[in-house]
């Protein structure tokens, strides 16, 4: 006979368990809510919202206008837009001047999160993690940027409210470079800048070159706006963007004040602070000199390490501020150039173990000795001759290193690139393709001496245009748009012929790379092997990318 004693063991040990994922249960459920509380962004109060029965009116064929605001598109393929007022009602009228681009890029947007992250459920997931990152975000924007950005989501798509409120949305999107560039060093921004004056400079004035290399797919890159602002607070100011996105990656304001940002290794956050690109809009829009710039940049906090390349032509040169979440240090050479690629320079950020990681690891040390080659190389320095070094596909000593390789300054994925002449207040901004097209000019005193626009007229400079680099006339350029597409096909998981990868872009490390990795995945080994092999002949950009090749053949080699 079964004694209850032993009957009752089991049955306590069940009701135990109960009673532990019950616990459990509830625990995840209050984190569940939690997140959800925490993602519920409220918008800012605003006390007149009389700006929102404003109606864009197509002044002329092609010519959109509200006021004397206006959108155009110019025959270069740049849209062209001016936007003034107070911070909700400029947010509007740039919203409504250009809702289909605000709209548009969402769409692209999303079309990059859905091929990166395909599960609807983790998307949603993730919706209400990214809200938990930026918990904090709203008490770290201005009230004067959070307002802008409430207006300009005014105009934001209804298509996805899965994700978020428009307002939660177009806030969010501000902060997606720092955290994608902070929890997975992705470096989606590889950029490139640097300046020259006195003696460097052939008329001694300050000339300051960038490449934006940040990509989130070929869809993001298409509508880019030259974006005039004139502000009701602070000094006027003209930036290159993106609808629906008023921070500032490179821009110049009516001091001839530029702002321009290249991203650095950064460790893994804790929570959210200002966007870098928040920070930099708010040096261009309150800073006249260097030591304002500064000042602005020490009284925000940051979530990722960033470099602030700031030019002055009250001060005729150029500094970088380095700053990370902790730290902040200015970069100066004391001599008549300066150099920035995507490690930090100074004293005490230089010699920081991250930062020697970074040295030891990526492509930005490289980068930076060929942009200093170029610019030994090429005396004294022009916007011509400046344009010259940003389209550079070469590595260092002329070498072929394969179109598109990231070590090199032009990399072929730039979203922009631009140059300033800060005491001129003329600004070159590229054309597609990427930094192959022609640059055009824009004079920012006739710009912002305009009183709106009633007819749709070419606002460039013609007669400073640059014309499009010969790189495109070439037969290796056309093999490389052939290699961009394989790769891409690559990518999207579609079938592609590694001989024809391999051959469109013969000197490039990532082209054996992916042929190894396609023959590879698909268990033929032995073909796979020699890409591998080949591929460590080329230069390779980063020790991460090396480290793969060599696993790869390691692990092929002791296949039976």
Same mark, same amino acid.
């Given at each position: 006979?079964?004694?209850?004693? +032993?009957?009752?063991?089991?049955?306590?040990?069940?009701?135990?368990?109960?009673?532990?994922?019950?616990?459990?249960?509830?625990?995840?459920?209050?984190?569940?809510?939690?997140?959800?509380?925490?993602?519920?962004?409220?918008?800012?109060?605003?006390?007149?919202?009389?700006?929102?029965?404003?109606?864009?009116?197509?002044?002329?064929?092609?010519?959109?206008?509200?006021?004397?605001?206006?959108?155009?598109?110019?025959?270069?393929?740049?849209?062209?837009?001016?936007?003034?007022?107070?911070?909700?009602?400029?947010?509007?009228?740039?919203?409504?001047?250009?809702?289909?681009?605000?709209?548009?890029?969402?769409?692209?947007?999303?079309?990059?999160?859905?091929?990166?992250?395909?599960?609807?459920?983790?998307?949603?997931?993730?919706?209400?993690?990214?809200?938990?990152?930026?918990?904090?975000?709203?008490?770290?924007?201005?009230?004067?940027?959070?307002?802008?950005?409430?207006?300009?989501?005014?105009?934001?798509?209804?298509?996805?409210?899965?994700?978020?409120?428009?307002?939660?949305?177009?806030?969010?999107?501000?902060?997606?470079?720092?955290?994608?560039?902070?929890?997975?060093?992705?470096?989606?921004?590889?950029?490139?800048?640097?300046?020259?004056?006195?003696?460097?400079?052939?008329?001694?004035?300050?000339?300051?070159?960038?490449?934006?290399?940040?990509?989130?797919?070929?869809?993001?890159? +298409?509508?880019?706006?030259?974006?005039?602002?004139?502000?009701?607070?602070?000094?006027?100011?003209?930036?290159?963007?993106?609808?629906?996105?008023?921070?500032?990656?490179?821009?110049?304001?009516?001091?001839?004040?530029?702002?321009?940002?290249?991203?650095?290794?950064?460790?893994?956050?804790?929570?959210?602070?200002?966007?870098?690109?928040?920070?930099?809009?708010?040096?261009?829009?309150?800073?006249?000199?260097?030591?304002?710039?500064?000042?602005?940049?020490?009284?925000?906090?940051?979530?990722?390490?960033?470099?602030?390349?700031?030019?002055?032509?009250?001060?005729? +040169?150029?500094?970088?501020?380095?700053?990370?979440?902790?730290?902040?240090?200015?970069?100066?050479?004391?001599?008549?150039?300066?150099?920035?690629?995507?490690?930090?320079?100074?004293?005490?950020?230089?010699?920081?173990?991250?930062?020697?990681?970074?040295?030891?690891?990526?492509?930005?040390?490289?980068?930076?000795?060929?942009?200093?080659?170029?610019?030994?190389?090429?005396?004294?320095?022009?916007?011509?001759?400046?344009?010259?070094?940003?389209?550079?596909?070469?590595?260092?000593?002329?070498?072929?290193?394969?179109?598109?390789?990231?070590?090199?300054?032009?990399?072929?994925?730039?979203?922009?690139?631009?140059?300033?002449?800060?005491?001129?207040?003329?600004?070159?901004?590229?054309?597609?393709?990427?930094?192959?097209?022609?640059?055009?000019?824009?004079?920012?005193?006739?710009?912002?001496?305009?009183?709106?626009?009633?007819?749709?007229?070419?606002?460039?400079?013609?007669?400073?245009?640059?014309?499009?680099?010969?790189?495109?006339?070439?037969?290796?350029?056309?093999?490389?748009?052939?290699?961009?597409?394989?790769?891409?096909?690559?990518?999207?998981?579609?079938?592609?012929?590694?001989?024809?990868?391999?051959?469109?872009?013969?000197?490039?490390?990532?082209?054996?790379?992916?042929?190894?990795?396609?023959?590879?995945?698909?268990?033929?080994?032995?073909?796979?092997?020699?890409?591998?092999?080949?591929?460590?002949?080329?230069?390779?950009?980063?020790?991460?990318?090396?480290?793969?090749?060599?696993?790869?053949? +390691?692990?092929?080699?002791?296949?039976?």
């Amino acid at each position: 006979m079964i004694s209850m004693q +032993k009957v009752k063991r089991p049955y306590r040990f069940w009701r135990r368990l109960l009673r532990v994922l019950g616990v459990f249960l509830a625990l995840i459920l209050l984190f569940f809510l939690y997140l959800v509380w925490v993602s519920n962004v409220k918008p800012p109060k605003v006390e007149d919202e009389s700006s929102l029965t404003l109606q864009r009116t197509q002044t002329d064929t092609g010519l959109y206008t509200i006021g004397n605001n206006w959108l155009r598109k110019s025959k270069s393929g740049l849209y062209e837009m001016y936007v003034s007022g107070s911070p909700f009602e400029r947010g509007v009228i740039n919203g409504k001047l250009s809702a289909e681009l605000v709209q548009s890029q969402e769409d692209y947007f999303t079309e990059q999160i859905d091929k990166m992250v395909p599960s609807k459920n983790y998307q949603y997931f993730l919706k209400y993690v990214i809200g938990w990152f930026n918990r904090n975000l709203v008490k770290h924007v201005t009230p004067e940027y959070k307002q802008e950005i409430y207006g300009v989501s005014q105009s934001a798509s209804d298509n996805y409210g899965y994700i978020g409120t428009k307002y939660q949305r177009i806030l969010n999107y501000h902060s997606a470079h720092d955290i994608g560039h902070a929890l997975q060093n992705l470096m989606l921004v590889g950029c490139t800048s640097f300046g020259t004056w006195d003696t460097a400079s052939q008329d001694s004035s300050l000339i300051i070159g960038r490449n934006f290399d940040f990509y989130v797919g070929d869809n993001f890159a +298409k509508n880019k706006i030259v974006l005039f602002t004139n502000p009701d607070k602070g000094y006027k100011f003209m930036s290159i963007t993106w609808g629906g996105f008023i921070g500032v990656v490179s821009g110049m304001n009516e001091k001839g004040l530029t702002v321009t940002i290249n991203a650095a290794k950064s460790n893994i956050p804790t929570g959210s602070a200002t966007p870098v690109s928040l920070v930099a809009r708010e040096i261009l829009q309150y800073a006249k000199n260097i030591d304002e710039a500064l000042q602005i940049a020490k009284s925000r906090k940051m979530f990722v390490s960033e470099s602030f390349l700031v030019g002055s032509a009250a001060d005729n +040169k150029a500094v970088v501020i380095e700053k990370t979440p902790k730290a902040l240090e200015v970069y100066d050479p004391n001599q008549n150039s300066i150099l920035c690629t995507n490690h930090f320079q100074s004293n005490g950020l230089g010699s920081s173990e991250i930062n020697k990681e970074s040295l030891a690891e990526s492509a930005s040390p490289y980068r930076y000795k060929r942009l200093t080659q170029l610019l030994q190389n090429n005396g004294p320095n022009t916007v011509q001759k400046t344009i010259n070094i940003l389209r550079d596909t070469r590595g260092v000593d002329g070498a072929d290193i394969g179109l598109g390789n990231e070590k090199a300054v032009n990399q072929l994925i730039a979203h922009h690139s631009v140059v300033f002449q800060p005491k001129q207040l003329k600004v070159w901004v590229s054309t597609a393709p990427w930094q192959l097209g022609q640059f055009v000019c824009y004079d920012l005193n006739k710009i912002f001496s305009l009183q709106g626009l009633q007819h749709n007229t070419e606002l460039i400079d013609s007669a400073y245009t640059i014309a499009a680099d010969t790189l495109v006339l070439t037969p290796a350029y056309h093999k490389f748009l052939q290699f961009y597409n394989l790769k891409h096909q690559f990518m999207d998981g579609k079938s592609i012929a590694p001989d024809s990868l391999v051959a469109a872009n013969p000197q490039s490390y990532v082209a054996y790379m992916l042929a190894g990795d396609y023959l590879y995945k698909q268990k033929n080994y032995k073909k796979a092997l020699p890409y591998y092999q080949q591929a460590l002949t080329k230069e390779i950009a980063t020790v991460t990318e090396k480290q793969h090749i060599e696993k790869r053949i +390691k692990e092929i080699n002791t296949k039976p």
